[in-house]
């Protein structure tokens, strides 16, 4: 039987990015764009144009290099965003403007400051306007949830009818519920006389927790297209988690009677993708990639799971892109046997990627004896976003010396690569190695930023185990408190967090060069 396909619309570039801390440089976005469209989503958000010059460029990047799936850009509803959404889209292989404005009385008198008709109007002329440049516009009425429902059946009637193909339906705050929002979308498919001429899309947020059940409700009342982030990113508590709805969809295809182009093997990789650009884990306990998400712990499930994996696995972990942990590889491997394990695992690397990999592993298999799967991947995924010579920072050495009864220190040997060629070599005493380490790079690079918070991860067992470290990172800069999320691997605990501190650095440079974004919810003189 066929059945009615859902677009997977990821906002991961956008919605997801512009939250605090989740800020990624032009060449992570589009190595996550690429990403992307491995894992099968039919739309990428992959910025906000108008807001500041690095979203500009990283939508016309992504643009340039994405071929199959569609590409958006958001704008407010007036021409100025709008003409620089299409600007930014120019050459996408298949383009599409995303333009909004709040439609709930809260937002239309306290922060537009206009009436319901100025805000009709306004929504109307934005999308024929967006029209002029690609017949592919979607519509959003910010807020819908809290929107009057008369209201929102009359703006949503009179954008189609200005040639709005996709009105979204946003959950802005997180403040519907399933029943609630299922009636909701009901009423507007029995309320719009041309809704049959949109694709209906929904964007949930996460504030109650409910962002996925109400996609999923969503779906039900009709809705085809989901906006979603992978691992949930966004927002305050994030949006629709992408790997949550592609998984119920699957999972549940009994009940559901729909599907998705997700090829769900890449969802894993995706996900660790992410976690390693943006230095941020997901949860334990996280839905489909979280790292217990197929964790059995207690004796009635383990016993359970090893008579038949169904008896309490509801998904397959070789379905989302989870391999067994073999061991694979080791110091003597060839670079034909890691590649062809990449591969195995679903990674196609372009040749100077493969280079910049193998030069890793042989450092990594040096030290430590055996390289498993999840070793690959950590690696992988550093090298993916780390490409040192494109940062201001680079760091060539770290030697350290603690003890018990004497005071540790630090030297570190870093590279600053825009002031000049040269290596520069500081000493620090500190409490600790990484302590020592941190105020050595803080001596050389003269840098006023401090570790707020400190987390680390081993990745696979044994006392030679590959760690991971992730460090948030706070600067004043211009009055503002910039923050950021650095991360480092290493065999040895204190390089990865000496490292990953370097790597914040290097963030704080680009957030400066590229300029601090504007609050993109800000609608004053749309
Ligand atoms: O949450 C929201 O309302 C949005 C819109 C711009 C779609 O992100
Ligand atoms: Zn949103």
Known sequence: MSTDKIYIFDTSLRDGEQSPGFSMNMEEKLIFAEQL???????????????????????????????????????????????????????????????????????????????????????????RFATSFTKNVEFSPMDATRSDRK??????????????????VPDTVGYTVPHEFYDLIRYL????????????????????????????????????????????????AGNTAMEEVVMTIKTRSDLMKVHTDIN??????????????TGVSVQPNKAVVGDNAFAHESGIHQDGVLKHAMTYEIMRPEDIGITKSKLVLGKHSGRHAVLTRLKDLGYELKQEELDAFFVKFKSIADS???????DLIAILGEVLHRREHKWRYAVENV??????????????TLKDNEINSESVLDVAHGNGGVDAGVKAVKKITGTTAHIRAFNLVAITGGSDALCE??????????????????????IDISVAGIVSFVDALNKLD?????????????QDGV
């Open 510 to 522: 680009y957030m400066k060069k590229a300029g601090i974004k504007q609050n993109p919810y800000l």
């Open 264 to 277: 769900t093997q890449q969802i894993m990789p995706t996900s660790k993708l992410l976690t390693n650009i």
């Open 189 to 236: 498919f029995e309320n719009v006389k041309n809704i049959n001429d949109a694709i209906i899309s929904v964007h949930c947020h996460n504030d109650l927790g409910l962002a996925t059940a109400n996609a999923i409700s969503a779906i039900h009342a009709g809705a085809r297209q989901v906006e979603c982030t992978v691992n949930g990113i966004g927002e305050r």
């Open 469 to 490: 470290v992730s460090v948030t990172v706070e600067e004043e800069y211009k009055g503002k408190m910039l923050k950021v999320f650095g991360n480092g691997m290493s």
């Open 399 to 412: 030697q350290i010396s603690t003890g018990m009864s004497s005071t540790p220190v630090a030297v570190i």
């Open 368 to 374: 430590k004896k055996e390289i498993y799967d999840e």
């Open 37 to 127: 469209e491995r894992l099968g989503v039919d739309i990428i958000e992959a910025g906000f144009p108008v807001i500041s010059d690095g979203d500009f460029e990283a939508v016309q990047l992504i643009s340039q290099k994405v071929k199959r799936a569609q590409v958006a850009g958001l704008a407010r509803a007036n021409q100025k965003d709008i003409e620089s959404a299409a600007r930014a889209l120019e050459k996408a292989v298949s383009p599409r403007i995303h333009t909004f404005i709040s439609s709930s009385d809260i937002h239309i008198e306290y922060q537009l400051k206009k009436t319901r008709d100025e805000v009709l109007r306004q929504a109307v002329d934005a999308v």
């Open 151 to 168: 209201y929102l059946a009359e703006m949503i009637q009179a954008v189609i009818e200005a040639g709005a193909n996709t009105i979204n």
